[in-house]
Every structure is written in structure tokens, then in C-alpha cells.
């Protein structure tokens, strides 16, 4: 059974940092597409940003470029989300996941001002 389990959610001020980690069980992260999501309270789920291990290719959210940092390290076989410079529209739960289907539980990233 594959499960993921985000954390490193927070809370923090305006201009602030948190790293997001995801961490797999029953699946590597060393060749695939991987992900991370966040839902604001009664919006949709979206996409924040994606990582091919394979490629190293990333792509971001315009919203988030310049500020988050997606990685994974293969040894320790998790993702990680690297967020700078929160904002309070940041503010949300954010999910790890992979292209293949399988979801975290989400981790709560709180940004006041």
C-alpha cells in the first residue's frame, strides 16, 4: 500500500519560511513525477509545483515563482517543498502527490500578518 506523509506545515509571519517534507511508503521517488498541491478553504485543490526526478525539469504556479523551491532527495527518498517569503495568501493545506495517483493528508501552512 502506497501512502505519502506530509509535514513541516506551520505557522508563520509574513516573510517567513517553512520547508515542506513528503515521505513515501511503498513507492521511490527516483523516477517520477511528483508534486505538491495546496486547497484553500472552499477552493479547488491546485497545482503548486511538480519535479521530474528523472529530468530534474520543474515547473511552478506563476504565484509561487522565485519564492518556492521543490526538490527530492533520492537517499532519503522525500520531497520537499522549500517556501520563502510567505505570504498570507499562501496561506492553505498543502498536499504532496504523485503523477501516478497517490495523495497525502495534507499539511496546514498558516500565514498572518
Known amino acids: 500500500e502506497v501512502q505519502l506523509q506530509a509535514s513541516g506545515g506551520g505557522s508563520v509571519q509574513v516573510g517567513g519560511s517553512l520547508r515542506l517534507s513528503c515521505a513515501p511508503s511503498?513507492?521511490?521517488?527516483?523516477?517520477?513525477?511528483i508534486g505538491w498541491f495546496r486547497q484553500f478553504p472552499g477552493k479547488q485543490r491546485e497545482a503548486v509545483s511538480c519535479?521530474?526526478?528523472?529530468?530534474?525539469?520543474?515547473h511552478y504556479a506563476d504565484s509561487v515563482k522565485g519564492r518556492f523551491t521543490i526538490s527530492s532527495d533520492n537517499a532519503k527518498n522525500t520531497m520537499y517543498l522549500q517556501m520563502n517569503s510567505l505570504k498570507p495568501e499562501d496561506t492553505a493545506v498543502y498536499y504532496c502527490?504523485?503523477?501516478?495517483?497517490?495523495w497525502g493528508q495534507g499539511t496546514l501552512v498558516t500565514v498572518s500578518s
Open positions: 502527490a504523485t503523477a501516478s495517483g497517490y
Open positions: 519535479l521530474s526526478t528523472r529530468s530534474g525539469r520543474t
Open positions: 511503498g513507492f521511490t521517488f527516483d523516477d517520477a513525477a
